[in-house]
């Protein structure tokens, strides 16, 4: 059973920066693609970005050139790192773990980041 628990969040000022980290416990195949999504409130959860274990990523424009997707495959942690964070970017963000082989999602119970002034 793969179990995923984010840390991180909290309240920043806008342009400040903020690490979100996800530990994730169990088994975790080289296949499996990690990332994060956000959830704005009021609003659908959408991806923020995504991580293979070879490192190849992407993002969702709104945080393209602001945000960081990285992995340690040895500490099974990915961490998302914010920077210039907007009064947009405020939304409970989730650690997402998807298993290719299986098209499993699994998901941790998120964490609240709050951008404002």
């Known amino acids: 059973q793969v179990q995923l628990v984010e840390s991180g969040g909290g309240v920043v000022q806008p342009g400040g920066s903020l690490r979100l980290s996800c530990l994730v416990s169990?088994?975790?195949?080289?296949?499996?693609?990690m990332g994060w999504y956000r959830r704005p409130s009021g609003k659908g959860r959408e991806l923020v970005a995504a991580?293979?274990?070879?490192?190849?990523?992407n993002y969702a424009d709104s945080v393209k050139g602001r945000f960081t997707v990285s992995r340690d495959n040895a500490k099974n942690t990915v961490y998302l790192q914010m920077n210039s964070l907007k009064p947009e970017d405020t939304a409970i963000y989730y650690c997402?773990?998807?298993?290719?082989?299986?098209?499993?999602?699994?998901w941790g119970q998120g964490t609240q980041v709050i951008v404002s002034s």
């Open positions: 997402n773990l998807i298993r290719t082989i299986t098209s499993v999602s699994f």
């Open positions: 169990g088994t975790i195949f080289s296949s499996d693609v």
């Open positions: 991580i293979t274990s070879g490192g190849i990523t």
